[in-house]
């Protein structure tokens, strides 16, 4: 677990994912959780030995990162998901602000994960935890790495966690995104003021100019590269060739051998982002 201010903690999971604690003089607030029920037992118990407080709420940077067992074995009073996680289980009201320091939200509820009751916001809502010495963890809602992807930030403190908008030193998996919207969020990023330290999705933690320009220099690439294959009539499958170009260019060392299962786990996923490129593109072109 690493300390990132003196009541914001980070951990790498066993699958790269980065995760995140705000601990508050009477409750605590998690970011993201590990995939593994087993390693969110573990990341339950390592929060425990910091503080004794109980789990107020889980915030989801995106609904793929949502575990019904790793969110059951954290015993958290509600998990904070955007609306748009819901759009194909339930018309879900929508909860703009939380902001007691005392109470748990009475509603909106818009079902249960893991037996744990879900809360659902819109455009933005706040948790405030502690009563003298009050902590605002704010949740905005992003949309383009995926239609339900948020920021999560302490406020005044210059931290925000990104979930997948951002990855640092693997490409980021363009198969759910409005990548136009996405490009635009990382530009505002990078000339954010407010914000000092952006804590990836994947990868170390770092300046935000940085790390923005990581993912946004692997969308222009590979962005690029399928523009080109669109406007010579080529058909979508030969998307599958850009893959070793782009993996042996912006794959973590340890998955750009093909005898790596790193590799084969990722270079599936570039793959998928660039048939959604594609499409995209392709739409576009129709336009």
Not at 156 to 172: L, N
């Amino acid at each position: 677990m690493k300390k990132l201010h003196k009541n914001v903690f980070c951990q790498t999971t066993s699958d790269g994912a980065n995760i995140g604690c705000v601990i508050g003089e009477d409750a605590v607030v998690c970011i993201d959780l590990p995939l593994d029920p087993a390693e969110a037992r573990a990341w339950r118990a390592q929060i425990g030995e910091i503080s004794d407080h109980p789990i107020r709420a889980v915030i989801f940077t995106a609904s793929d990162r949502m575990n019904d067992e790793s969110l059951a074995a954290m015993n958290a009073s509600a998990a904070v998901l955007h609306n748009a996680a819901f759009a194909h289980v339930v018309a879900v009201p929508v909860e703009p602000m939380w902001s007691s320091p005392f109470d748990l939200p009475p509603a909106p509820v818009a079902g249960e994960f893991g037996g744990t009751p879900s809360i659902s916001f819109s455009d933005a809502m706040s948790i405030v935890l502690g009563a003298k010495h009050t902590v605002f963890v704010d949740v905005a809602f992003q949309g383009g790495y995926s239609p339900d992807a948020c920021f999560v930030t302490l406020r005044d403190s210059g931290i925000v966690f990104t979930g997948d908008h951002v990855a640092v030193g693997q490409p980021p998996n363009l198969s759910k995104g409005n990548l136009e919207s996405w490009q635009a969020i990382l530009v505002n990023l990078k000339k954010s003021r407010i914000v000092t330290t952006v804590v990836p999705g994947r990868g170390p933690a770092g300046e935000p100019a940085k790390c923005a320009e990581a993912t946004l220099d692997y969308i222009k690439s590979a962005t690029l590269r399928v523009k080109a294959l669109v406007r010579a009539g080529r058909d979508r499958k030969e998307v599958a060739a850009l893959v070793p170009d782009l993996m042996a260019l912006y794959a973590p060392k340890s998955a750009r051998s093909k005898s790596s299962p790193a590799y084969e786990l990722l270079s599936q996923e570039v793959r998928a982002g660039l048939e959604h490129l594609y499409d995209e593109l392709q739409t576009q072109n129709q336009t």
